[in-house]
């Protein structure tokens, strides 16, 4: 007698407006390029179809959630349960006075022009944010002299209930590159302000971060951003170059020449060559100044368990 059927995950998922994917390849949307697949990817139609699938799918299937995929690392094994991804169904932005809505899958860079061509002063900053506002907020990204936290309203989240909400900004709480957002709560869309301001100055200030950008960071390449928190006191760039990592190599991967915070893809890196690399910086660090450096870029997902190149200076 043939053995039962056993359905696989995606069998067991309600039906949705979006698209449901199985064995979906990650590393076409991060910007490492690099990473196994998702188990089911789910891009939903919108913050409805969404707050559905939540509410239906129940506790016990693992959910992972990202949108532009800038700063994140997706390990070779790929990713067990449902990978969200707020795509272009959560990319609009529209003006309303002083103020932009924006979809959480909005770009960072678009946001800003948007708020440029509005004549609203105090979001230049992201144009040296990578990513998507979602992220942004998720992590309270900032450059420039700028954060999230100085320019959010409010941002509408969808918990892993399905239930949705609005959250001020005090009520979802803000440090250094992190967020209070309940755990499990997923940001759909966000209400960013701003001042009035002249729109050739706040176009002069995005250009000349534009440039600054250009010359000190190595953003035509396969990165994942800044790689580690500045500690405390101090520039994790610094200590990383204090700790002779400037051009460290795993495999594919090389610690920038450039900004000895960001981990390169030379073309053809694995996520664990990417990882390791980043593990052995912190290691490094650890050992020269007696500082434990915090991974900025988040890594998801399971390890494919294959034999390491050595690192090489």
């Not at 995606?10 to 390029?33: D, M, S």
């Not at 909400?165 to 957002?181: D, K, Q, V």
Request: proline letters at 5%; charged letters at 20%.
């Amino acid at each position: 007698m043939p053995a039962e059927h056993m359905p696989s995950l995606i069998e067991r998922l309600p039906a949705v407006r979006g698209r449901l994917e199985a064995g979906a390849p990650l590393a076409r949307y991060t910007w490492f390029k690099t990473g196994g697949p998702a188990e089911v990817l789910f891009q939903p139609a919108d913050a409805d179809d969404l707050a559905a699938f939540l509410a239906a799918i129940g506790p016990d299937v693992p959910v992972t959630v990202f949108g532009n995929a800038s700063n994140l690392l997706i390990r070779d094994g790929g990713v067990d349960g449902v990978v969200i991804r707020l795509g272009r169904a959560f990319a609009a932005i529209t003006v309303d006075g002083l103020e932009i809505a924006a979809g959480a899958g909005a770009a960072d860079l678009n946001v800003a022009r948007a708020a440029r061509d509005a004549g609203i002063a105090g979001l230049e900053f992201l144009v040296g944010v990578p990513g998507a506002i979602g992220g942004a907020v998720k992590m309270n990204a900032g450059a420039y002299g700028g954060e999230i936290a100085d320019v959010l309203v409010s941002a509408d989240v969808v918990g892993p209930d399905g239930i949705r909400a609005t959250l001020t900004t005090n009520a979802i709480g803000f440090s250094y590159r992190r967020s209070g957002l309940p755990v499990g709560a997923i940001v759909v869309s966000v209400r960013l302000a701003g001042a009035a301001g002249d729109k050739a100055a706040i176009a002069a200030r995005m250009e000349d971060i534009h440039h600054q950008r250009e010359a000190s960071q190595p953003v035509r390449t396969m990165t994942g951003g800044s790689t580690f928190k500045n500690p405390e006191g101090h520039k994790a760039w610094e200590l990383i170059d204090a700790a002779g990592c400037r051009g460290l190599r795993r495999g594919r991967a090389v610690v920038s020449e450039q900004h000895c915070n960001f981990l390169v893809n030379e073309g053809g890196a694995t996520a664990a060559d990417l990882e390791g690399l980043g593990e052995e910086v912190r290691r490094r660090v650890m050992a020269h100044a007696g500082i434990q450096l915090e991974w900025e870029i988040r890594r998801v997902g399971k390890p494919a368990g294959e034999t390491l190149a050595e690192v090489t200076p």
